[in-house]
């Protein structure tokens, strides 16, 4: 069983869109980070969300974490082809928050066409 | 400045051969991870140090993997008698502090082991 289950598994889409990708858990976490990662390069931290309810916006596309801090969304507006990636959720699953053992899901594979 | 770099980008090997795979992380960074992404899959954590130390391998998936990090900055992960489950891309990450910190990934090492 996945500690993290993300949802669309893949998303294509067009420029222009708008969508929202999925991070749920059954378990509460302190803390929970999204990373995009592209075609043959490592992930890239877009944002860490800490608070239960909390609304981050970065440019285009807004993080919320989960009122009972178990799961979260990013939504992004107006797609752009180069918003296209592995969108990856990922915690540290120990109550310590040390955030050195990461845990990861699946991801979201988006595709904005052009 | 360079970020996290990791060589072969690639490597082919054969059933049973041994592989060494190099992670350079940023300057100064103490802490420095592990990872192995399947195709499809989120990266999952094999090993963490904290400078020269390794305080957690526990995600090391056989006694065949074995990593290093002797003088506390490059680091080496070796796999030996490898097999067709070691294909994946193995990922390093470094951080500047000890936890808790943003984790900077490398691009990657892509191994199949044919």
């Known amino acids: 069983t996945q500690l993290l289950e993300q949802s669309p598994q893949f998303l294509s889409i067009q420029e222009g869109e708008n969508l929202t990708v999925y991070c749920n858990s059954s378990s509460v976490f302190s803390s929970l980070q999204w990373y995009r990662q592209e075609p043959g390069e490592g992930p890239v931290l877009l944002v860490t969300v800490v608070t239960g309810g909390e609304v981050k916006k970065l440019k285009r596309l807004t993080f919320q974490f989960g009122d009972a801090r178990k799961d979260s969304s990013l939504h992004i507006t107006a797609a752009q082809p180069g918003d296209t990636g592995l969108y990856l959720c990922?915690?540290?699953?120990?109550?310590?928050?040390?955030?050195?053992?990461?845990?990861f899901g699946k991801g979201t594979l988006l595709t904005v066409n052009p | 400045g360079a970020g996290v770099s990791q060589s072969p980008r690639y490597k082919v090997a054969k059933r049973g051969q041994d592989v060494a795979l190099r992670c350079d992380p940023i300057s100064g960074h103490v802490s420095l991870f592990w990872y192995q992404q399947a195709l499809g899959q989120g990266p999952e954590f094999l090993t963490y140090f904290q400078n020269e130390a390794q305080l957690d391998k526990s995600g090391l998936p056989s006694d065949r993997f074995f990593a290093e990090r002797p003088e506390g900055s490059v680091s080496t992960l070796k796999i030996q008698r490898t097999q067709q489950e070691d294909s994946a891309v193995y990922l390093c990450?470094?951080?500047?502090?000890?936890?808790?910190?943003?984790?900077?990934f490398g691009p990657g090492t892509r191994l199949t082991v044919l």
């Open positions: 990450a470094s951080t500047q502090g000890s936890g808790g910190n943003e984790q900077f």
């Open positions: 990922a915690v540290d699953p120990n109550s310590g928050g040390s955030n050195y053992k990461l845990t």
